[in-house]
């Protein structure tokens, strides 16, 4: 069943699971968070997932109320009691509640959320016949003002780029930086393929260094696949044998449509299939796990 935990306490009951109309993280998207899933009783990439969240609430200057490894313990605690074993968790610091203005320092105790559910982000289907994905007009958030690598609960630069795809009637959008790179999707980076190798954007066109991006990369050196971090231009994208997005809810999807242009064979490519197979390997033999 789904779980919440407060602040230490335990929510069983969804409509009972609250929190202030005062909390910066619901009045500004003062805040942080991870999405992390469980697979077969396993936190999968924990400690990475715990990393990224001290380190965007540090760029923040929001003080996490406890240590990296209570909040495991906690996150742990919360996973055993809602008696899931497969499940996604957001995990939520926010700068906690303060007054109508947006000082921060007026918020002396951050608050903690953990949520324990599940995630479809699409339908079976899509995953293997592929999706059909946009580019956004909407430009990525400069890393000079906002930096994407802080996972904030300010999304909005990422939900115009979903209303996009929603209306050109797309699974996904993918946005360009202001130098017109590629950079990433709203909730999930982007690969490319070409003659066997494998490419994605660099951390420092502006995207967010997701947790499988890197396990995807990894996976690739493992392998003697040759990978790149690299900028991209929807030039490279069009003309790709194969696309494909990575994120912890999406896990890896095809993309076999670009703005109308039919990627490679229009299904899913063999590197993809490769990929998949052993990320999955992965995914089913690691993690932290919950019970002992
Ligand atoms: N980019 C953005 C903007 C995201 O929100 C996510 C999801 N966390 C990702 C990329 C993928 O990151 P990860 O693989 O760590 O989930």
């Not at 951050?110 to 059909?132: C, N």
């Not at 017109?180 to 980076?189: C, K």
């Amino acid at each position: 069943m789904a779980v919440v935990y407060i602040n230490g306490k335990l929510y069983s009951n969804r409509e009972d699971a609250k929190i202030s109309v005062w909390d910066h993280g619901f009045l500004y998207g003062d805040g942080v968070f991870e999405g992390i899933r469980v697979y077969n009783g396993r936190i999968f990439k924990c400690q990475e997932h715990l990393r990224r969240l001290y380190d965007s609430a540090k760029t923040l200057n929001i003080k996490p109320p406890m240590s990296m490894e209570r909040l495991e313990h906690e996150l742990i605690e919360t996973i055993k009691y809602s008696e899931m074993r497969d499940c996604y968790i957001r995990l939520i610091i926010s700068r906690g509640t303060g007054d109508l203005g947006l000082n921060p320092l007026k918020c002396p105790e951050p608050t903690v959320v953990i949520i324990v559910d599940t995630i479809t982000l699409f339908p079976a289907e899509m995953y293997e016949k592929g999706v059909e994905i946009v580019t956004a007009s909407t430009r990525k958030n400069s890393s000079a003002a906002t930096n994407p690598n802080v996972k904030s609960l300010n999304y909005l630069n990422n939900i115009l780029a979903k209303i996009e795809a929603n209306r050109a009637g797309a699974a996904e959008a993918i946005m360009l930086n202001m130098q017109g790179y590629i950079t990433e999707g709203s909730a999930d980076n982007v690969f490319i393929v070409r003659d066997g190798v494998v490419k994605t954007p660099p951390t420092y066109a502006g995207i967010l260094v997701g947790i499988t991006r890197n396990l995807i990369l990894e996976i690739c050196r493992e392998n003697g696949i040759p990978a790149l971090e690299t900028n991209l231009t929807l030039f490279d994208v069009y003309a790709a044998d194969e696309v494909f997005l990575t994120g912890t809810a999406v896990e890896m999807i095809p993309v076999i449509d670009v703005d109308g242009r039919t990627i490679g064979e229009g299904k899913p490519g063999p590197m993809f299939k490769k990929l998949l197979g052993k990320l999955r390997a992965r995914t089913g033999s690691e993690g932290t796990p919950v019970w002992d």
